[in-house]
Each structure stands twice: as C-alpha cells, then as structure tokens.
C-alpha cells in the first residue's frame, strides 16, 4: 500500500494520512518515510490509541474494518476489511476524517 501512495502523491493525487503517535515508529512503520516523500501526515497526539481503520478514495470509495494495514495483519490475524461505494457512508467517514483532521493540525 506503501508504494501506491507514495504513486499517487507523485501522480498530484492530495494525499492525508492520520496515525498514531505511539504507532508511527513501530518497526514496519512508514510514517515517516510518507513525510519524507512529502505527504501530509498528522497524528493523534494523545495517551489514547488512534484506532480508526480506514481510507477514502477519490471521494467515491470506503475502505475499513478492523484490518490494521500491516505486514502482520496480512499473514497471521484474523482481520475484516469492507469497501463500499454507499455515498451515505463515504461522507460520514469524510467528515470523520475532516474533524480528525482538523483536531490534529498541530501534531505534524
């Protein structure tokens, strides 16, 4: 997924990305390599996990559940992912992610 982003930025598709702060330097991790690509990243900040699972694309697709997008999740956990084009979810996710984002703008 890494790779696909980092494609997407170059391609001057507007990437985010929100994480946690406990998280963003596990081993596997590529937080900080999406920042050094210069893709926007903010985090949680807090003492509380970011536990939020999920992406929009191109504003037309959701993709979540409780797959957490790791290396590990692929080959050994017992994971759900769900897409859908349901607009009625696609914008409740939006704005979710909307007021994540903007709750985070400090956490850089």
């Known amino acids: 997924i890494y790779n696909e982003i980092v494609a997407a930025h170059r391609r001057g598709v507007r990437v985010r990305v929100v994480t946690d702060d406990d ?5 596997g991790s590529k937080t900080m ?3 050094s690509q210069g893709i926007e990243v903010r985090n949680d900040g807090d003492l509380s ?3 939020h699972k999920f ?3 191109d504003g037309c697709v959701l993709i ?4 957490n997008w790791t290396r590990s999740a692929v080959l050994n956990n017992r994971e759900n ?5 349901d607009p009625y979810l696609i914008q409740a996710f939006n704005h979710e992610f909307g007021s994540l984002w903007t709750a985070f703008r400090y956490n850089r």
């Open 23 to 27: 998280k963003q330097d596990d081993r």
């Open 33 to 35: 390599s999406l920042k």
């Open 49 to 51: 996990h970011m536990h």
């Open 55 to 57: 992406a929009i694309i």
């Open 64 to 67: 979540n559940g409780s797959f």
């Open 81 to 85: 992912v769900v897409i859908s084009s």
